[in-house]
């Protein structure tokens, strides 16, 4: 399965129907997106430093077809749009809680239980895409922020809405390289070049302390930071991205056009892809934030530093 560290799941899968995209908003989805132009690149990764155990490698070469992609994440803003239009309800608030970082959480709303092997994990009464950290919280000062706590339903639900669809880890991956050729990050192989941070993720002793010497000990604005050279913004940190395919550590090994032509990932699986990383990613403990880092989660998990980004085929 995959590492609670990074994504804490609810338990036993339980994934809705993808709905299919709206055709009325589909004629104009594609408006602001950035356009990939497809080809081949090389996937993955074998960095000395990665987790082998995560299915990061091995470097293979992927030919995508062109596509388009949100520069970035779907903010708290666009997301209370899609609810207000259709009434949707999120699985954070069909099952009453969600996870939160623990010093995040208000201890009178926490449930019971921890997370093994991740006890900075805690279960929130109340805690949702509207209350990030639970009763007493809002999104009114982060309506830029991406919106959180959101399952991989949820995800799937607002692209539908929206014309679009969730990319797949494939074209996650090229469009989050912005055309450098494995590079360890979208801007290349230091981590802070020049000493200048190039993305929110956790700096200090982890889980102990944040400095938020990057600027930020939590979220940050979708548009933080210098975007890549396709134009994305926060592709490593800040939150983690759902991607469509489902997780697997191997399945991306064989050799066959299934998985080297617009892969979409195995036919089966419990858990789905997420990507880049998150503002509690430090490499001390996790450095995910590598742009051939991955791991997953049940599709009905919720956390807050999970969001996602929408593509469009061409």
């Not at 805690?127 to 007493?136: I, L, M, N, V």
């Not at 309506?143 to 991989?152: A, E, K």
């Not at 430090?282 to 593509?311: K, L, Q």
Request: charged letters at 20%.
């Amino acid at each position: 399965m995959t590492d609670a560290c990074c994504a804490p799941g609810r338990g036993p899968a339980r994934e809705r129907s993808i709905p299919a995209p709206v055709p009325a908003r589909r004629a104009n989805a594609g408006g602001g997106m950035a356009a990939i132009p497809g080809g081949p690149f090389l996937m993955g990764g074998e960095d000395p430093d990665g987790w082998a155990a995560d299915g990061e490698g091995p470097v293979r070469e992927v030919t995508l077809s062109p596509f388009l992609i949100d520069p970035v994440c779907v903010t708290n803003a666009k997301f209370a749009t899609f609810v207000k239009t259709t009434g949707y309800r999120t699985d954070a608030e069909r099952y009453g809680w969600s996870f939160v970082f623990q010093h995040f959480a208000d201890p009178r709303h926490v449930i019971d239980g921890t997370v093994p092997g991740a006890p900075w994990w805690v279960a929130v009464a109340g805690a949702d895409w509207r209350r990030p950290e639970g009763p007493g919280s809002d999104v009114t000062s982060r309506q830029n922020h991406p919106v959180v706590h959101v399952s991989w339903n949820d995800a799937a639900a607002y692209a539908a809405w929206a014309g679009k669809r969730l990319p797949t880890e494939a074209e996650w991956e090229m469009a989050a390289r912005g055309g450098l050729v494995q590079a360890r990050y979208p801007w290349g192989d230091e981590l802070t070049p020049r000493g200048r941070h190039r993305c929110n993720i956790w700096q200090g002793t982890f889980p102990r302390s944040n400095t938020g010497a990057d600027g930020y000990v939590g979220t940050a604005p979708v548009k933080s930071f210098a975007p890549n050279g396709y134009g994305l913004y926060n592709t490593s940190g800040n939150v983690w991205e759902w991607c469509l395919d489902r997780w697997s550590t191997d399945w991306h090994v064989a050799e066959s056009a299934l998985t080297r032509v617009d892969p979409q990932g195995p036919p089966a699986g419990e858990a789905r892809v997420i990507r880049g990383g998150s503002y509690m990613c430090h490499d001390s403990y996790c450095n995910r934030y590598r742009v051939a880092a991955r791991t997953g989660n049940t599709p009905d998990s919720s956390t807050g530093h999970s969001g996602f980004r929408c593509a469009l085929s061409l």
